[in-house]
């Protein structure tokens, strides 16, 4: 498919390129089609939210090796404490968050991040309205199934 538009958007190039420098308008413009490869480019838009826990709206992207959660949390809310054989990385982004990681309480905001090493019990609250990044290394196998 990729193939074909290309090549249709070659063949129109061409075309333009052709009227134009024929003196078509007497004018000469360059028109340059790029297709966008989106095994490699994707749109955020595109991605379905999940509601991954009461208050927890989640966009999700996975690699072969991570899986990388957009999170937007509604004030209040909280994560009760678990564990995972995942290696985890929280930002926030905006807002204030309350992580939780081996019983030590710590407020997450856009100047501090955590790095929850693998089966660390840890557990969160939303302090404020939050927009919040967690990597997790592997991939959440649980999450991709949502």
Not at 7 to 16: A, E, I, L, P, S
Not at 75 to 94: K, L, T
Not at 117 to 140: E, M, Q, Y
Request: aromatic share 14%; net charge negative.
């Amino acid at each position: 498919m990729f193939l074909i538009l290309k090549n249709v958007f070659d063949h129109f190039n061409q075309t333009v390129t052709s009227f134009f420098s024929s003196g078509g308008f007497r004018n000469n413009f360059t028109f340059n089609f790029t297709l966008m490869d989106e095994t490699i480019f994707k749109q955020f838009a595109d991605i379905d939210v999940k509601e991954i826990a009461p208050g927890f709206f989640s966009k999700l992207i996975h690699t072969a090796s991570n899986t990388i959660n957009f999170i937007d949390v509604k004030a209040g809310c909280s994560v009760p404490r678990h564990r995972h054989m995942h290696e985890q990385c929280s930002f926030a982004i905006e807002g204030k968050f309350e992580m939780t990681v081996n019983d030590v309480p710590q407020i997450l905001d856009p100047g501090l991040f955590a790095i929850i090493p693998s089966n660390a019990w840890h557990s969160g609250i939303a302090i404020t309205d939050c927009k919040l990044i967690d990597i997790f290394n592997p991939v959440r196998e649980d999450y991709r199934a949502l």
